[in-house]
């Protein structure tokens, strides 16, 4: 019960803080540039390679342009969900609230807990209404329909439950500032580890897949979104495709099992880990 509370407390300060508000009014804006821009671009047929009537060229049309909208919002979701947890247990703790909320019968592991869920819970409705937004938007326009948008959502809503999580484990170790600086910077080098591995792939240069994937185990968000990638890309633009060849930020094969439990672990292990630092962490 107290998880629940605290996590009913944490999206109320969302909204009394307008985060809400002002993320609805953006992504919203998001949604209106994206169609706005697929719809001139596809009515301008005659800019593309190939006659949209083709079904390959409207594969490849439909494809490119759905991977690199809902690429912005993997990008849209990682960051909300730094922005949320990044103070989430530091900037209680500088602001002298913590010790009011602690005083009361409830424990820290029920703290972190609730303050997880409560950011969890936030990032997959974006991450939802988001990605199905932009594929109905897409539907409407062009007539393309993703192979898996459902595989493909909850594989987003993963990535972004990973960033969080290791946001809020910082949080219990850094302050704010310092824990910004860091799970920011990692964000980014997931981002350029994979770039690194498209890149090794299309090289056949075995060093750079191993920096990739390693990297890719420390922090598999960029990885998980790869994976995503792949089930909104049409078939058809896959089998017209050479070996190595592909969109540089997005994966061409399915995810791997293990990546996937990899990735479901992950969070639930740095939970832990944020779960037994802030048991032990003096206020």
């Known amino acids: 019960m107290n998880i629940l509370t605290i996590a009913r407390f944490t999206i109320q300060e969302a909204i009394s803080r307008r985060l809400i508000l002002a993320g609805s009014l953006l992504s919203l804006a998001f949604i209106g540039l994206f169609a706005l821009g697929f719809f001139l671009i596809y009515q301008n047929d005659s800019q593309l390679s190939g006659p949209l009537s083709d079904a390959q060229e409207q594969a490849a049309f439909g494809t490119i342009m759905t991977v690199l909208g809902l690429y912005a919002i993997n990008f849209l979701a990682g960051f909300l969900?730094?922005?949320?947890?990044?103070?989430?247990?530091?900037?209680?703790?500088?602001?002298?609230?913590?010790?009011?909320?602690?005083?009361?019968?409830?424990?820290?592991?029920?703290?972190?807990?609730?303050?997880?869920?409560?950011?969890?819970?936030?990032?997959?409705?974006?991450?939802?209404?988001?990605?199905?937004?932009?594929?109905?938007?897409?539907?409407?326009?062009?007539?393309?329909?993703?192979?898996?948008?459902?595989?493909?959502?909850?594989?987003?809503?993963?990535?972004?439950?990973?960033?969080?999580?290791?946001?809020?484990?910082?949080?219990?170790?850094?302050?704010?500032?310092?824990?910004?600086?860091?799970?920011?910077?990692?964000?980014?080098?997931?981002?350029?580890?994979g770039i690194i591995e498209f890149i090794g792939g299309v090289l056949s240069n075995e060093a750079m897949l191993n920096v990739g994937t390693t990297v890719s185990l420390l922090v598999p968000s960029d990885a998980i979104w790869r994976g995503a990638s792949y089930y909104i890309q049409s078939p058809i633009f896959l089998a017209g495709m050479n070996a190595g060849e592909g969109i540089p930020f997005a994966g061409t094969a399915p995810p791997a099992t293990q990546l996937v439990v990899w990735g479901l672990l992950y969070p639930l292990v740095l939970l832990g880990a944020a779960i037994m630092t802030f048991s032990h962490r003096d206020l």
Do not use: C, K, Q
């Open 81 to 193: 969900a730094l922005f949320l947890s990044v103070g989430a247990i530091s900037g209680e703790i500088d602001s002298g609230a913590l010790h009011a909320v602690l005083a009361r019968p409830l424990r820290r592991a029920e703290f972190v807990i609730g303050r997880w869920l409560a950011y969890a819970g936030l990032s997959s409705v974006y991450v939802g209404l988001m990605a199905g937004s932009l594929l109905l938007s897409a539907r409407l326009i062009s007539g393309y329909t993703t192979p898996d948008p459902v595989r493909a959502t909850l594989l987003m809503m993963l990535a972004s439950i990973v960033l969080l999580t290791l946001s809020l484990l910082g949080s219990t170790l850094l302050s704010t500032l310092a824990n910004g600086v860091v799970v920011f910077s990692l964000f980014g080098l997931a981002w350029l580890a």
